[in-house]
C-alpha cells in the first residue's frame, strides 16, 4: 500500500513538473494579444459597474427594512399601556397579561436577580420583540401587537438550572 501511494505521488510530481516546463517553454512565444485584451477589458469595466449596483442594492434592500421598529415615543405617555416585567429565577411577572392589539405597548422591564431576556412570541412562535431584563435598570421596550392573541414569554439569556421553565403568556386583544 505505501509503494503504491509513492508511485503515485512520484507519478502525479513527474506530471506537474511537465506541466510547468510546458508553460515555461511556451511563455517566449507571443501572440496576438490585443484582441483577446480589448473583449475581457471592457466586460471587466462592465462586471465592475455591475457589482457596484448589485451591492448598493443589496445593501439598500436588506438595510431599509430595519426588523426593529423606533424606540422613541411619538404619543402622548396616555395613548401606551403600560406593563411592568419583571425576570426572576425562573418566572416572569408582569402588571398585566392582557393588552389591546393596534396601540403601542411600553414594556417596562427589569431583572430582579440576575440578567435574563424579554422575548415575546406570536403564535407561530417567531420572535415579534425582545429586549434584555438586567438588575437595576429599567429598559423600555415599545412595541405594537397587529394581530390579537395569545403571545408567549420566553427567556432569551441563560440565567440558571431553571432558565428553560421560564414561560409566560400575554394575551392580546382585538381593538373594540
Ligand atoms: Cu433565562
Not at 415615543?73 to 398585566?96: A, I, R
Not at 392582557?98 to 422591564?109: Q, S
Request: proline share 3%; charged share 15%; with cysteine.
Amino acid at each position: 500500500m505505501q509503494s503504491i501511494a509513492s508511485y503515485i505521488t512520484l507519478l502525479g510530481t513527474v506530471l506537474l513538473i511537465g506541466v510547468f516546463y510546458f508553460v515555461i517553454s511556451n511563455s517566449k512565444l507571443q501572440e496576438e494579444y490585443s484582441s483577446f485584451s480589448k473583449k475581457w477589458y471592457s466586460f471587466r469595466g462592465k462586471w465592475f459597474i455591475f457589482l457596484i449596483i448589485l451591492g448598493t442594492a443589496l445593501t439598500l434592500g436588506t438595510l431599509i427594512p430595519f426588523p426593529i421598529p423606533s424606540q422613541a415615543k411619538v404619543y402622548s405617555s396616555d395613548d401606551y399601556q403600560q406593563v411592568d416585567v419583571s425576570g426572576h429565577q425562573w418566572y416572569w411577572t408582569m402588571s398585566t397579561d392582557t393588552v389591546v392589539a393596534g396601540k403601542p405597548v411600553e414594556f417596562r422591564v427589569i431583572g430582579a436577580d440576575v440578567n435574563h431576556g424579554f422575548g415575546v412570541y406570536n403564535e407561530d412562535l417567531e420572535l415579534v420583540a425582545q429586549v434584555q431584563a438586567m438588575p437595576d435598570y429599567t429598559n423600555k421596550l415599545i412595541h405594537t401587537f397587529d394581530e390579537p392573541g395569545k403571545y408567549r414569554i420566553f427567556c432569551l439569556e441563560y440565567c440558571g438550572l431553571a432558565h428553560h421553565v421560564m414561560m409566560s403568556e400575554l394575551k392580546v386583544e382585538a381593538a373594540n
